[in-house]
């Protein structure tokens, strides 16, 4: 998945030219933000594994771990849900959540 992910950064043919992203928390930009996002992230060294994938002609759904840096291991949430809306085949929304960590009972 990280290649994937390093692959696709800057990669605009991939997105609408209108294309928004919104984070977590709700901040929103556009696909110059989401980009920003994902390089920030790569130059920290925050990498992914694709866990799951759900697919339907506009819509494409990734589950991925997130792996932070060995020296800042908490650098992210440990785990991400890509949620994109797709329009001709390139993404037009791009909703990224990060699920509730579950924290141990006792």
Do not use: Y
Not at 25 to 39: C, I, P
């Amino acid at each position: 998945m990280t290649r994937l992910w390093r692959s696709s950064v800057g990669r605009f043919e991939l997105w609408h030219p209108d294309a928004e992203m919104i984070a977590p928390g709700g901040l929103r930009g556009d696909r110059d933000f989401a980009v920003r996002g994902m390089s920030g992230g790569l130059s920290a060294g925050v990498g992914q594994r694709l866990l799951n994938v759900a697919a339907a002609d506009d819509l494409l759904i990734w589950e991925v771990e997130l792996i932070s840096p060995p020296d800042d291991p908490a650098h992210c949430p440990p785990g991400a849900v890509w949620l994109q809306t797709l329009r001709g085949g390139r993404v037009s929304r791009l909703k990224l959540f990060h699920p509730a960590v579950e924290l141990p009972v006792g």
